[in-house]
């Protein structure tokens, strides 16, 4: 007699092997073996998933930390970065800033270096702080994920979101 464990098992198993049409006369044991490939099949694409192409244009639609979702200053004339072969160059409030990155594929991640900045004030006040804080936050490794609108850069309780 069965386990109720064991129907589990098979049940589900019997679920991806009927979707592919290959287990209509095999033994229990063949379709948890066929899930169980599926499985596998499925971990393998997710792991060899084309890279994220980061290179280009993008602006910083939003920022949330903690889980608070931060806007960019209304007065900010631009909030964008630019990401080239090597270093990232942009503006996040008066000041023009570049930093040098290393991208990898597996996993998808960005390691971005302290970098340089202009250093011109920033009217009003409320400009130049939230520049100065992203400038601080925007050091480090971050998971790169992608979305429905853009990319969102991941770390810790950071997440810096970009779009085209």
Known sequence: MMQKSEKKTNLRGLIPCLVLGACLALPFSSIHAHAEHFQLKQESQQMTRKPINLLGDWRISIIELDGA????????????????????VGVVGCNNFMSPYVHSTNPQQITISEGASTRKMCYP??????????????????????NFEGVVLVR????IHLVR
């Open 69 to 88: 979702f931060i806007r960019v200053p209304d007065q900010v004339e631009g909030a964008f970065i630019q990401i080239n072969n090597n270093q990232i």
């Open 125 to 146: 006040k409320e400009v130049m702080e939230f520049e100065d804080s992203f400038l601080r936050a925007f050091i480090g490794t971050f998971m790169v994920e992608k």
């Open 156 to 159: 810790d309780n950071l997440k």
